[in-house]
């Protein structure tokens, strides 16, 4: 018998979110790191930070659609069973 934590992530909205916010947490934590020393940079003009925050917020779009292209599985629980088992039954 499967708990409810499986049977939730079995929902696809549900895993995509959950998928969707790990990635956010760390390329997040990323962004933080660079914009923190861009902004306290004596050398860096300030709006620097804003510059490249802006171009990181359409490039976590893009990167985050090349990654669900890139591992559907990830963000279907049916796809995923079904390349699990179709992989268990080829010899």
């Not at 916010?21 to 300030?46: D, E, K, M, N």
């Not at 709006?47 to 985050?64: A, D, I, N, Q, Y």
């Not at 591992?71 to 039954?89: V, Y």
């Amino acid at each position: 018998m499967r708990g409810d934590g499986a049977r939730l992530l079995d929902n696809p909205v549900v895993r995509g979110l959950v998928v969707f916010s790990a990635f956010r947490a760390v390329y997040g934590v990323g962004i933080l790191v660079v914009t923190y020393v861009l902004a306290t940079s004596g050398t860096a003009p300030w709006w620097t930070s804003l510059v490249f925050l802006g171009c990181s917020m359409v490039f976590s779009r893009w990167l985050f659609r090349r990654l669900k292209g890139r591992w559907p599985g990830l963000f279907d629980a049916k796809r995923s069973k079904t390349h699990t088992e179709t992989d268990q039954t080829t010899p």
